[in-house]
């Protein structure tokens, strides 16, 4: 006559299935987790797309998709022990299993805690429109960030911001490879063009690390001020954000440095 306690191929298999469903659990959590940790990149992305957006920090996003890994990565010991303990019970006919399962109750306090977490802090991230007063007042730098071009109206004329920018450039040490007078040529050909000029200027000490990291970024190199008068009769200077540089053409954040000095070479031919 047969045990009725006696385990069968059917808690075998119905162990290992559930068993599989917490392994699936755990991945779900790791990729959730990896997804949430590079959310900080998509919010810069965002406020750097968007000129009339703000966005809150956004460094919490790395420590709640680590958290999430974390908890993925418990939940797959944790399954396996239990799995074997499991195992261990059916080989010896032992029935106790009328308990509730401290993993599940775990890993639901765990994403609840998480998630509560995760919405509030989704919450004090959202994007916050400027109001329209702020948005009508005319910046004295303004940047198109579609498509990277940065704009800083200088005091001068254009002229006399050329000349700034070539002792300024002089005094460290740059070197100017060219100035292209745009309105200049123009004039020559006998049309009418507010002053525009192009300088075109580098420092092969901070230009080669950038070629040898990305080869591309030569599209972009040597560096490029335009100065040029508007319709109304003031003077910008534009120039390609730096930012945007690093990731259109991918290269390591930690040389962005090499051209960021464009952003204080302008602010000081500018005032």
């Not at 998509?42 to 956004?58: G, H, R």
């Not at 994403?111 to 977490?117: D, E, F, Q, Y």
């Not at 040597?222 to 053409?249: C, N």
């Amino acid at each position: 006559m047969t045990d009725e306690t006696q385990s069968t191929p059917r808690d075998y298999l119905a162990a290992e299935r559930t068993f599989l469903a917490w392994i699936r659990t755990a991945v779900a959590l790791i990729g959730l987790g990896f997804v949430l940790a590079r959310f900080g990149l998509f919010l810069q992305e965002f406020n750097f797309s968007q000129p009339n957006v703000s966005v809150a920090p956004y460094g919490l996003s790395l420590w709640f998709g680590t958290s999430l890994i974390f908890l993925g990565v418990l939940t797959c010991i944790f399954s396996l022990v239990r799995y074997l303990r499991l195992i261990d019970l059916l080989k010896r006919d032992e029935t106790t299993f009328g308990w509730p399962s401290t993993l599940s109750i775990f890993v639901a306090l765990m994403l609840s805690l998480l998630g509560l977490a995760m919405g509030f802090y989704l919450i004090s991230t959202r994007p916050n429109a400027q109001t329209n007063s702020s948005r009508n007042q005319e910046s004295i730098m303004s940047t198109t960030r579609e498509n990277g071009i940065v704009r800083v109206q200088s005091n001068h004329s254009v002229g006399e911001t050329v000349t700034r920018l070539q002792e300024i450039l002089q005094s460290k040490g740059v070197k100017l490879f060219i100035i292209v007078d745009h309105s200049g040529e123009a004039e020559m050909a006998g049309l009418k063009m507010p002053p525009t000029k192009l300088l075109i200027f580098g420092n092969p000490k901070a230009g080669t690390p950038l070629m040898l990291a990305a080869p591309s970024i030569a599209l972009d190199l040597p560096l490029k001020l335009l100065v040029a008068e508007d319709a109304s009769g003031k003077t910008w200077i534009s120039y390609s954000a730096p930012a945007f540089l690093q990731m259109r053409h991918n290269f390591p954040v930690e040389l962005l440095p090499n051209i960021t000095a464009i952003e204080a070479l302008t602010a000081k031919a500018s005032e």
